[in-house]
């Protein structure tokens, strides 16, 4: 019996979507801790939960994790529009325009190098991907004080991250954090950003 439905809470959505990706679900107290291998390739997404009240969250919140090594210091910054996106504008941070008129209207993207900033977003199906996410905080951590949070990561190693101030609570959301978040990967591999090497290093 399939229990694709947070009927059954979330926990099972969780769990079924392991099984059928060949990862593994941690019930933890205070984290709940899912990876997921991907298919064909020497990475792994690793997905957390907090829910509310655990250690202090006024919400459930949800993130995904995948550690990759890079070639090089390219970072982003995607996260829909809103109050506090524009005004950090007025600060000086850029707003980077990926040319799609409806995108640029609904996101912010900012990036150390807006050429490559503009491939990445371009495509058809990675922007499909964001767009159906109701909220979508999609970034790359590759400061020390960023990398922090995942204990001692290796030099050269960076992470693809996805944050959520909600529950992630479907296999449907699962799936489609899980194909964006490849997606982008894939897109870095392209522009010669990522290396298809083996990281060496879990979340």
């Not at 957390?48 to 202090?56: E, F, I, L, R």
């Not at 994790?65 to 007025?90: E, Q, T, Y």
């Not at 999609?138 to 400061?143: A, S, W, Y």
Request: proline fraction near 5%; charge should be negative.
């Amino acid at each position: 019996m399939k229990l694709r439905s947070s009927v059954y809470g979330w926990k099972s959505v969780w769990m079924e979507f392991a099984e059928e990706h060949g990862g593994s679900f941690d019930d933890g107290q205070k984290l709940f801790v899912m990876r997921v291998p991907v298919v064909g390739k020497p990475w792994c997404i690793t997905f957390h939960m907090h829910q509310k009240g655990v250690g202090g969250a006024v919400s459930d919140s949800s993130a995904a994790f995948l550690p990759f090594k890079a070639k090089g210091s390219f970072s982003f910054d995607l996260h829909n529009r809103s109050l506090v996106g524009d005004a950090s504008k007025i600060f000086g941070a850029q707003d980077i325009e990926i040319g799609e008129p409806e995108f640029d209207h609904e996101y912010i993207v900012k990036g150390s190098d807006e050429p490559i900033v503009k491939k990445i977003f371009a495509g058809a199906r990675i922007q499909e991907l964001i767009k159906l996410q109701p909220h979508i905080k999609l970034f790359i951590q590759d400061e020390p004080k960023e990398l922090a949070e995942h204990g001692s990561v290796p030099p050269g190693i960076h992470v693809l991250a996805f944050k959520e101030k909600a529950a992630i609570n479907s296999y449907e959301r699962l799936t489609l954090v899980h194909d964006l978040m490849l997606a982008t990967l894939e897109e870095m591999l392209v522009a010669d950003l990522a290396s298809p090497q083996d990281p060496n290093f879990d979340i």
